[in-house]
């Protein structure tokens, strides 16, 4: 008769061979000073706001804590960026991601522009009273 297995030796069974496979990718993050605010103008996610102290973030329809809701949205629709100059905004998908209704790989953003999706439209300002 088999001897029954505890939790840990059956996780450590079942990991054992993973641990040399798994490698440990740390990502720097830096303030987003002021935060950034973003603000849906238009389309599903209409009067959502979201303020951001903190990057690289990723905008898009598979994004955990910033989706897009917009159907034809792509997975990865838009990442702000902390840069010396300022937050960055920067898409791989330039044709559907417009900054300004101009198709933009990479840009500064300031206060004002707005990136639309699809129907989405969403307004770039920032946070200055730091609360």
């Given at each position: 008769e088999l001897e029954p297995?505890?939790?840990p030796?059956?996780?450590?069974?079942?990991?054992?061979?993973?641990?040399?496979?798994?490698?440990?990718?740390?990502?720097?993050?830096?303030?987003?000073?002021?935060?950034?605010?973003?603000?849906?103008?238009?389309?599903l996610q209409f009067e959502t706001k979201w303020l951001l102290g903190y990057g690289p973030r990723k905008v898009g329809a598979k994004s955990i804590d910033l989706p897009i809701w917009e159907p034809q949205a792509p997975d990865v629709c838009f990442e702000i960026?902390?840069?010396?100059?300022?937050?960055?905004?920067?898409?791989?998908?330039?044709?559907?991601?417009?900054?300004n209704d101009q198709s933009t790989p990479?840009?500064?953003?300031?206060s004002g522009d707005?990136?639309?999706?699809?129907d989405c439209?969403?307004?770039?300002?920032?946070?200055?009273?730091g609360e």
């Amino acid at each position: 008769e088999l001897e029954p297995l505890t939790w840990p030796e059956i996780l450590n069974e079942h990991l054992g061979s993973k641990r040399r496979k798994i490698k440990d990718r740390p990502k720097v993050v830096a303030p987003l000073t002021p935060p950034l605010q973003l603000t849906f103008l238009r389309g599903l996610q209409f009067e959502t706001k979201w303020l951001l102290g903190y990057g690289p973030r990723k905008v898009g329809a598979k994004s955990i804590d910033l989706p897009i809701w917009e159907p034809q949205a792509p997975d990865v629709c838009f990442e702000i960026l902390p840069t010396p100059q300022g937050p960055g905004f920067k898409t791989t998908n330039p044709g559907m991601v417009l900054l300004n209704d101009q198709s933009t790989p990479s840009a500064t953003l300031k206060s004002g522009d707005l990136i639309s999706i699809f129907d989405c439209l969403i307004e770039v300002s920032f946070d200055e009273t730091g609360e």
